[in-house]
């Protein structure tokens, strides 16, 4: 394995964070908080390697940037999924965590409250993780890092 794996892992993580939150959803919405808990905190773990694995791969490559291959309408759509999926994630990173503790500690009003906001916000950025390495790497590749 290279550093070069490491964008394929990073979209794999958010794929099985996507498919856990979206598994999550579907049993509290039919009452089994078993499940939804065993969901939501695998999502939660599968989040946060993802994290691992994407500050290891921008620290290995040091600053540099993979260049998106596409042109027209599709790079301008490219560049929506990018920069809201980069804020949003950033905001994540506040929202998952507080969530849970809420969850955590039994307060599941407030819990429920925190949920209806960080819900569609984790999903759409582990739905765009995933869209992102698609755009960069397998659909509208550039030469390479630069």
Same mark, same amino acid.
Do not use: Q
């Given at each position: 394995?290279?550093?070069?794996?490491?964008?394929?892992? @990073?979209? #794999?993580?958010? !794929?099985?964070?996507?498919?856990?939150? #979206?598994? =999550?959803?579907?049993?509290?919405? !039919? !009452?089994?908080? *078993?499940?939804?808990?065993?969901?939501?905190?695998? &999502?939660a773990?599968?989040?946060? +390697?993802? +994290?691992?694995? /994407?500050? #290891? $791969?921008? &620290?290995l490559?040091? *600053?540099?940037?993979?260049?998106? =291959?596409?042109?027209?309408?599709?790079?301008?759509? $490219?560049?929506?999924?990018?920069?809201?999926?980069?804020? +949003? %994630?950033?905001?994540?990173?506040?929202?998952?965590?507080?969530?849970?503790?809420?969850?955590l500690?039994?307060?599941? @009003?407030?819990?429920? %409250?925190? %949920?209806?906001?960080?819900?569609?916000?984790? $999903? /759409?950025?582990?739905? #765009?993780?995933?869209?992102? /390495? +698609?755009?960069? /790497?397998?659909?509208?590749?550039?030469? =390479?890092?630069?």
């Amino acid at each position: 394995m290279t550093v070069h794996d490491l964008p394929a892992i @990073e979209a #794999t993580l958010n !794929g099985v964070a996507t498919a856990l939150i #979206t598994a =999550g959803f579907i049993f509290i919405r !039919g !009452g089994n908080r *078993g499940a939804h808990r065993a969901c939501m905190l695998a &999502a939660a773990a599968a989040s946060a +390697l993802f +994290l691992v694995f /994407y500050l #290891t $791969y921008h &620290a290995l490559m040091r *600053g540099a940037h993979t260049p998106f =291959g596409g042109t027209g309408a599709i790079r301008s759509l $490219y560049l929506v999924i990018l920069w809201t999926h980069i804020p +949003l %994630a950033a905001v994540i990173a506040f929202l998952v965590p507080r969530t849970f503790i809420f969850a955590l500690r039994g307060n599941f @009003e407030r819990h429920r %409250a925190w %949920a209806r906001v960080t819900f569609p916000i984790w $999903y /759409y950025v582990s739905v #765009t993780g995933v869209l992102v /390495y +698609l755009f960069l /790497y397998r659909w509208w590749p550039a030469a =390479g890092p630069t």
